[in-house]
């Protein structure tokens, strides 16, 4: 097992997203039993913003010459989807931002959502070419935007389904801790749901590390 664990919140570890995000990791490597998964961590926040190199050449009709490839947003886009390829498993931490992905997660998607390599154009629209593998994103919300309670659109859910799906990614799970701006008691009982939703997973059950 080799675990691919985003990480997009500005607060990092001491996010709410970051936390929620180790529940899923724990039921991971409970999975794996006495094979210790890889866990390569990324942090989507110090990625670059993708360069004109990279624009020009996902807009050209082929990959431009080998040393405009080997520099650049186009090497650091390589590399992530190295990590993407190589992960049995991914697992993504995000706030929501305005109703959506934050613009780090939307930097990495830029990274890895790309013509010629990950996607290809086909007559039936954009075709993924990746393996599908289990992603599962761990969301983080100042008030609620899945439940009866929500009083804001969710832009966030059905584009991260729409564009990992882009690449083939198509099993993809959201837990939520929603509700973190409406004082510490309900944050206590978002992350019981949270915690009690990953728990019945199916493919998360199994004993979680006491750690
Ligand atoms: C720039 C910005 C925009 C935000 N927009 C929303 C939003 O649209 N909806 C929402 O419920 N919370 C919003 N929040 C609140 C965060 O989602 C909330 O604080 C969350 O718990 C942060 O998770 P983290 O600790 O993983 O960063 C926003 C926060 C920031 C900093």
Redesign the pocket.
């Known amino acids: 097992m080799s675990i691919l664990h985003i990480t997009c919140?500005?607060?990092g570890r001491h996010?709410?997203?970051?936390r929620l995000s180790q529940r899923i990791l724990d039921r991971l490597i409970a999975a794996a039993g006495d094979s210790k998964p890889e866990i390569v961590e990324i942090d989507a926040t110090a990625l670059p913003h993708v360069d004109q190199d990279y624009a020009a050449a996902l807009s050209a009709s082929a990959d431009p010459a080998d040393d405009i490839l080997a520099r650049g947003a186009l090497r650091q886009s390589a590399q992530l989807i190295q990590a993407l390829q190589d992960a049995t498993h991914i697992v993504i931490?995000?706030?929501?931002?305005?109703?959506t992905v934050?613009s780090s997660l939307k930097v990495w998607i830029d990274h890895v959502v790309r013509v010629r390599s990950t996607f290809r154009i086909t007559p039936e629209g954009k075709t993924g070419n990746l393996p599908d593998r289990p992603v599962y994103v761990a969301i983080?919300?100042?008030?609620e935007?899945s439940s009866g309670a929500a009083r804001?659109p969710d832009f966030l859910t059905p584009y991260l389904k729409h564009v990992l799906g882009t690449v083939g990614l198509q099993t993809v799970t959201f837990f939520s801790?929603?509700g973190?701006?409406r004082g510490e008691d309900a944050l206590q009982a978002a992350r019981r749901r949270a915690d009690a939703d990953i728990a019945a997973h199916p493919s998360l059950a199994g004993q979680a590390h006491a750690w």
């Open positions: 919140s500005p607060r996010s709410e997203s970051y931490a995000t706030p929501m931002h305005n109703f934050p983080s919300s100042g008030g935007f804001q801790v929603e973190t701006a």
